[in-house]
Structure formats: structure tokens, C-alpha cells
């Protein structure tokens, strides 16, 4: 493959990045399969990870991290460039065993940047990115695209103890890490090469902070959705809403709303197993002193109670609490990641004051919690991605 | 005390006894534990079993209940076996319920059995047994056939980190006695006993010897080596006195003194002083004839309200008539534990 030059400009000047394909090419074929996906279902997703996966893929998604990262696409042949983008060169990517999605999802943005791609999949963990590839090569044709994933990726299943992850390491230019902050540790410490950078996800948790003027029946299945995909499990799904400068009879009332609404949002039966740990969790938030429900067919827990309120386990369960601005600050998590938000002004100074004094990463409307994009836990990693070099003509 | 425990096991059942005495256990618990209370917060008046409130078996890794009243005292904890990164369950022992159920533990084993007192082989290490405040369940199994016991000797040495079957205490024990009782998970039955490469002499002693064997903790690991429950009874008893035996059952820790042996009929019978419920894992609903979640009773439990529990095991009840094995009363089949699914998500769990 030969490299391309692909010029974008911000405020500060223009911008080559140095791709080996056209990027026009590779997001056309990106679009093409898109529309293949429309019409199927692999069975190894759910139709909730196939609708993600498609709005992921659509062309202005895909056009964005270059947006971000480097400003609009730039046709002119004039003005001086500041600075030149390339790729690194390998990217080791070690997925964790049980955020699936993320596998897929990484693909397709590294595959935007050019580099080699070698992932590993969990030994114990439900793949992916192997299913997503099986579907994607034979519908490709010969396009730059398929090249990239003929060439380019290899994808392996291999433990933890496994001497390949040695392997990836030594070679790799940067290091991907999904996983338990041990994970991270782990993989950090086998050998790497100097000017190997590492891009370490580890564990962080999540909220949905809400106004009471803005609870409707729309934001409560709004809260119902995003926390349903994955239950508390999800570093990105709220663990607890959180009813700001709300009383209990508002937290009751989102509740309620929740409760009744349910079932529309999660019409299938869970699994037996889960029905039977909702039970479990039932009872031990009622133990400690939540006022906790079972939804229809033992779909969810609801537990509602009060900030600071030791909160439980279980598959399915959403704690609901009240609280004032400043109780919801001093209880954050150290971990947390993403407020998923649903508030009269999310634009309001006092918001971004907030940030900047928080350990919080993302602050996104409710239904965006889930969104993987090319900045992630308070890191730019995709554009880490490139090695940048400063040109002064 | 409770007068169920005055009659054989699986003499015919007294079933308004047991509701009436599982209604007081329940208000005892409501009484004295906090945590029982918040959880069952409204009073009812049961009409049958199916109507008694019952706490999830997987609270017990969570939380360490206790129900503190007059005439309880707390002794030991007893730990179930947990498997990497999972939490034991935590049964909190006191004198009187340990009474109780070490009585309810031997009438249905002398069943099982005969009450012949006899030397008991554990195929155990007896270091687990020193535990300072705390009991792990395959040992308070093993203990379960003390009562039957004329002297315990147990087989196993891990002291080198893996499992050696110590032949040299069986050798001792052949030369005094014809009669034996020795108990195992069943795995350690197979890979301790039956697969350990027994030593010619020692089985020239055993030939002969009636054994009962005594086995209790599932079939996963054995399944998973292929084998299956014809094939470990021909191993174990082969050569013996043809009045030997292998007695398989189901318990609990949080069901600490009643076992569900499996029958000659492949029926697991219930004594007069617990019960079976089998529940719709998505409504709670009972199920009479079809396969659900297993809810096990019994009116032993007074130091923690573990005297109801909804088991993630599955089982079906069996049709209300005299089984082929000659016992009257209730029955089940147990089927499998709840399969698990992966839980999607990227959190610490």
C-alpha cells in the first residue's frame, strides 16, 4: 500500500497525515458494509450491539476523530503545514473478557489510522471481533478496506499467562489495554520497546445525574435503556442515578416511572440466572436499608435510598438516591467516569467548574453514555495513535 | 425442641406440624434478626409452605446474619467451598440449632447406612478441620457421620500442596475391622480412591470388607473427567462385601443438617422436619410438575434465618406416592445448578 498524504486545517494551519490508503476509500467501504449490516444479524450480537455498531459506522462518525485530532478536511493546495501526522506502527490491543463491543469498536478506529492491529481476545471472554470480521471480509470485495483486514489485523484467544502477550508487547509501538487495573499493571510490565506509549482503560464506574424538572416518562426510559445494555457491569452504565437537589418523593417518583416502564424497555426475559441473583440482590438492598423493588419478572432491582448508603451487587441493579450538588461531589467515586446527564442547562459554567475540580471523564447526555469515541477516560488516545512531526517550512 | 425429629425421618409426613412450626421459626427470626425483618418487613399468615417467606442462598456470601435472642449463642462460622474470586457463604452455628441438626444429620444417614458404629475413613486432610472460629462445609459433612463413628482417621495429606492418599492409615484400620464407613466429595472419591493406584496388599485387605461410602458435593468435576455415577459405584465397590454400598447427597451449608440422599430409586427423599418448594425463577410462582428453583426448609435453624432458603439449584418434585424404594412422603429430582451466563460489562465484577 502506498502512503497518502490527507490534509485538514485547524485555527493554528494545516495538517498532513500520512495514511497508507485513501481515507475516502476506506470510510466508502466502511458505509458499503454498513448497509450489508441492515439487512443482517450475525447471532453472535445482540440487536442492541448491532444498532450501535451501525450508527458507529456511519461516515460522519467515522470522519470525526480526524475533525477532533486535526480540523476539517482540507482540499486547497495552499498554506504551509505545521505539522505532519503517520502512523506509529503496531498497535497491541488486549481486550478485556466481557465488554465485547469494545472489540469491534476498536478495530474500526484503528483501522481509520493505518496502523498494523494485533488483538487479543480473553480466553474466557464471548469474541467479537472475529465474528464481526467473518461478516465484514466476504462482503468487502477488494477495496483498500479489505486489504487493511486481510494484511494488517490478526485477532488471537489466548490466557493471560500465555507467551504471546509478551510477544505483543515487545513488538508493539502502542500498547491498548482493556481490563481490571491489575490488567493494566500486568500488561505494563512485561517487556516494551523505549518509545512504546501505553493506553490503559482500568476499572471506573459511572452515573446518571438528573434534575427533577427533567424527569419524564422519555428520560426514564432514556435511564431505563442505557443502563439495561449492560447493567451496572459497564464501566460507561450508571450505577446509580442520582436526583439532583432532589427530595425522596422525587427519587420515588423517577422510580415508579422506571418500575412501570420496564417493561417496554426490556420485553425479553432475562436468563433464569439472573432472575434468581435479582432476588439474591433484592434482599440484600432491603438488608441494608434500600427500599428496593423487583421489576416485572425479576427483569431489575430498584433500590432507592439515601447518598453515601453502602450500595450492592447483583446482575441488574440500579440504586436511585437524592441528592444536593454538593452531596453528589463529595460521594463521587474515585473511579468515576462518566456522568450520563439529563439537566435543564448541561451548558451552565457551573457545570464545567465542576469538571475541573472532579475526577469525572466524560460528561454526556444520558443516552450518549455508551458512545467509544477517540477520546476515553480523560485521554486523546486515538490521535496518540500517530507520531507527529513539527514542520516549519 | 421440635417433636417432628421424634419420628423416623421418612415416616409419613405431618405437614401441618411443620407449617406451624416453620411460622413460629419465621416470627422468631422476625423478632431478633434486623436484617430478616427489613428484608420481610410484612407479616402474613402462611397456608401452606409454598406461602413462607425464604431468603435468597446467595445472601449468605454477602452478608453474615445473625438472629441474637435469649437462649442463642453464637459459636462457629461455617464456610462453604468457594471457587477462585467468589465469597463463601457464611453460616453463622449455635448451640442450639447445632443440637438439633446434628441429630436430624445422623437419623437420616443411620437411614441411609444402618446405625452400626464403625471407623470412619475422611477422605479429608485433618489440618482443614483446624480453622480457628470457623468450619468448612466438607468437613462439617464428614462430621455429619461422627455420631456412627468408632474412630475417625483421615486420609488425606496436603501437606506437599497436592493430595496424597495415605494408604498406610487405611492398612491399620483393615487390619482391625470388616466394617467401614469412609466419606468423600465425590470427586475425592474417584481421584483420592478409586483412581489413586491403591497398592496391591491393601487391596487384597480391603477384598471382602463391607464399606459404606459416603459422597456429597456434585458431579461437575467428575463429569467433566467423563464420569459418570454406574461407573465410580463399580469402581468403589468392587470386591467388597455385595452389602456394601454408595450413598450420594445433596446439602447445603445453608441447609447445615439435612441431606437429601439420593434413593435406589435415583429419588432424593425429604425428612418429616424440612420441605421441598419448587419456585418459577421469573414469578416465584410453585411449579408442581414442572422444573424450577429449589426453596429447602426445615425448623433447625434459630441462630440465623437460614431455615428457608431459594437455592440456585433446579429440581422437580416427584409424584406424591410411595416411591419405588419403599419411603413414603415428599421427593425430588435435582437437576442441575442454574446455568450462568457471561456478564457483558467492563466493571470490577
Known sequence: MSDRLHFFRCETGRCAVSLPFSLDGVIDDW?????????????????????????????????????????????????????????????????????NLLGPLTLILVSLTGNPLRMKVGARGQDLVRPFLDFARPRLGDGPLARYLAEQVHVEQFGRDDARNRDMSEQAHVRIVFGTDEAVKAVDALPHRGDSSLVGFGNHQSQAWIEPACVTDDVAMLLARVFAIYGPAGCTSPRIAVLIGGTTDDARD?????????????????????????????????????????????????ALGKTGQEIV????????????FDEAVQH??????????????????????????????????????????????GMGFWRQLFEEVEVRP | MSRLLDDRPFAPRDDVAFLREMTELTQWHRAHCPEYVRIWPVESEPKSTADLPFLHVGLFKRLLLQTRAEGIVHQRTLLSSSTTGNQPSRISLDERSSALQARSSLAILTEMVGPERRPLLVLDDARNLRQRGEVSARIAAAMALRPLACETHFLLDES??????????????????????????????WTAWAKAGMPDEIRKQLAGKRVHFVHSGGWKKLESLQVQQAELER??????????????????????????????????????????????????????????????????AFGAPYHSILTEDQGQLLPHETCPCGRPGKRFQLLSRLPQSETRGCANV
Open chain 1, 254 to 302: 423517577l422510580r415508579d416511572r422506571l418500575l412501570s416502564l420496564w417493561p417496554k424497555v426490556m420485553p425479553r426475559d432475562v436468563i433464569g440466572h439472573v432472575a434468581s441473583q435479582n432476588i439474591m440482590a433484592r434482599q440484600w438492598a432491603a438488608a441494608l436499608g434500600w427500599d428496593a423493588v423487583l421489576t416485572r419478572r425479576h427483569a431489575a432491582v430498584l
Open chain 2, 235 to 300: 469402581e468403589l465397590l468392587a470386591g467388597l462385601d455385595p452389602r456394601s454400598g454408595v450413598v450420594d447427597f445433596y446439602g447445603l451449608v445453608e441447609q447445615i443438617g439435612v441431606v437429601f440422599p439420593l434413593c435406589s430409586a435415583g429419588a432424593r427423599h425429604v425428612p418429616r422436619w424440612a420441605d421441598v418448594v419448587v419456585r418459577d425463577p421469573w414469578t416465584l410462582a410453585p411449579l408442581h410438575n414442572e422444573p424450577g428453583l429449589l426453596q429447602l426448609m426445615n425448623v433447625l
Open chain 1, 31 to 99: 458505509d458499503r458494509l454498513r448497509r450489508a449490516m441492515i439487512r443482517e444479524l450475525p447471532p453472535a450480537f445482540s440487536r442492541d450491539e448491532w444498532a450501535y455498531l451501525l450508527s458507529f459506522l456511519a461516515p460522519e462518525q467515522l470522519r470525526l476523530p480526524f475533525q477532533q485530532a486535526f480540523g476539517v478536511a482540507d482540499a486547497t493546495t495552499t498554506g504551509a503545514v505545521r505539522l505532519l501526522a503517520r502512523p506509529r506502527g503496531l498497535v497491541s490491543v488486549w481486550l478485556p473478557g466481557n465488554v
Open chain 2, 160 to 189: 506437599a500442596g497436592r493430595a496424597r492418599t495415605r494408604w498406610e492409615s487405611l492398612a491399620d484400620v483393615l487390619t482391625r475391622f470388616d466394617d467401614l464407613l469412609v466419606y468423600g466429595l465425590t470427586f475425592l472419591l
Open chain 1, 313 to 324: 451487587g447483583g446482575p441488574m441493579t440500579l440504586h436511585i438516591e437524592p441528592a444536593s
Open chain 1, 332 to 377: 463521587l467515586p474515585a473511579n468515576i467516569q462518566t456522568i450520563g446527564h439529563a439537566l435543564v442547562n448541561a451548558g451552565d459554567r457551573s457545570w464545567m467548574e465542576l469538571l475541573a475540580r472532579t475526577a469525572i471523564k466524560r460528561f454526556v447526555p444520558l443516552g450518549q453514555m455508551h458512545f467509544f469515541g477517540p477520546v476515553w477516560d
